[in-house]
């Protein structure tokens, strides 16, 4: 047919197998094409897209766009543009969390790096332009607190914790209930009973990503998540050497013993590229995490070099702004979406969990 011979019905058509990755159902029957504009061949579509889906979007509308290509191929041009669309998060686990995703960031040893990249993940999830919160689970050493530069007491109305909000990011730690410097010297039950009320207690509100900064180590709080809430899934962060894969194999063992989804591995401290001659040193060996990720059939996430400038941010408590320094934000903004995608492929295996939404 003839360009201008495209019609409003070919287009509307072509898109009712286009799916949204959201809820993996057309985009014509989940309402989400919003207008449609054909003028002598030249097609223009708005697609809305849930905030959710924010690491993505530009990948999305580029996919949308040559899926329109293929099934309209006299259409002189093609342009998606993408619009907010909302969809509400039902509520998950015995403690009614409306949450779309919560996602546990974990690593078998201390030292690796794991809140950095856990609160860095979050503010990369912020930046795309979904709705964030970060809960700090590690009771015994928590740093979140420190690495975004916050030390204030959450308030309590009705009964119900405020987080800290800082960055548009919604913050709970026991780093805010406890004194700077004390310890914490608790049983089991005292911990499961911290991070129940971290979890029910606290006014998150709607929140498309949840992350959750576990303690190092095998202990029993991935027992309390899974038992309280159904996680999205883990990431597990670990340096190249052998010593701390090892620990790190011990941590994916213990997230599918409680039946938590692998999401994927984070290699940090891959390298460092020295500022002076921009020579590469593999100081703690090279592609250990990647490796390990393949024999085990973990999605590799992304890997973080050394990086002074991302040191210097966590002592100052500003993490924020390795999001903004374009040389680390690649690296954090490219795991984001790698998780993202983990979890739209774990949810193409369980077709009928779905996300919390309905099955229609």
Known sequence: MAGDAVQREDVERALSDFNDPETGRSVVRMEQVRAIHVSD??????????????????AIRTECEEHLRQRL???????????????????IGQIGLAAKSVIAVGSGKGGVGKS?????????????????????????????????????RPHIIEKRLQPIE???????????????????????????????????????????YLIIDMPPGTGDIALTLSQLLPLTGAVVVC????????????????FHKVNIPMLGMVENMSYFLCPDNGKRYDIFGSGGARDKAIELGVPFLGEVPINIAIRERGDAGETSGNLT??????????????????????????PAAGM???VL
Request: charged content about 20%; aromatic content about 6%.
């Open 239 to 254: 340096t190249p050497q052998d010593v701390a894969l090892l620990d790190a194999v011990k941590a994916i063992a213990m």
């Open 116 to 152: 950095t990249v856990a609160v860095s993940l979050a503010y990369a999830l912020r930046n795309s332009g979904a709705k964030v919160g970060l809960m700090d689970a590690d009771v015994y050493g928590p740093s979140v607190p420190h690495l975004v530069g916050v030390n204030e």
């Open 166 to 208: 800082k960055d548009d990011l919604k913050i709970m730690s026991m780093g805010f209930l406890v004194a700077e410097g004390e310890a914490v010297v608790w049983r089991g039950p005292m911990l499961h009973g911290a991070i129940t009320q971290f979890l029910r207690d606290t006014e998150w509100g709607e929140l498309d």
């Open 73 to 91: 191929p006299s259409a002189t041009s093609i342009k998606v543009s993408i619009v907010p669309h909302n969809r509400h998060a039902e509520r």
């Open 41 to 58: 061949g030249a097609v223009d579509v708005e697609l809305g897209l849930t905030s959710w889906v924010g690491p993505l979007r530009e």
């Open 325 to 350: 320094d374009e040389e680390t934000s690649r690296y954090f903004q490219a795991i984001a979406a790698q998780t993202v995608r983990s979890i739209l492929r774990e949810r193409a295996n369980q």
């Open 356 to 358: 919390g939404l309905p």
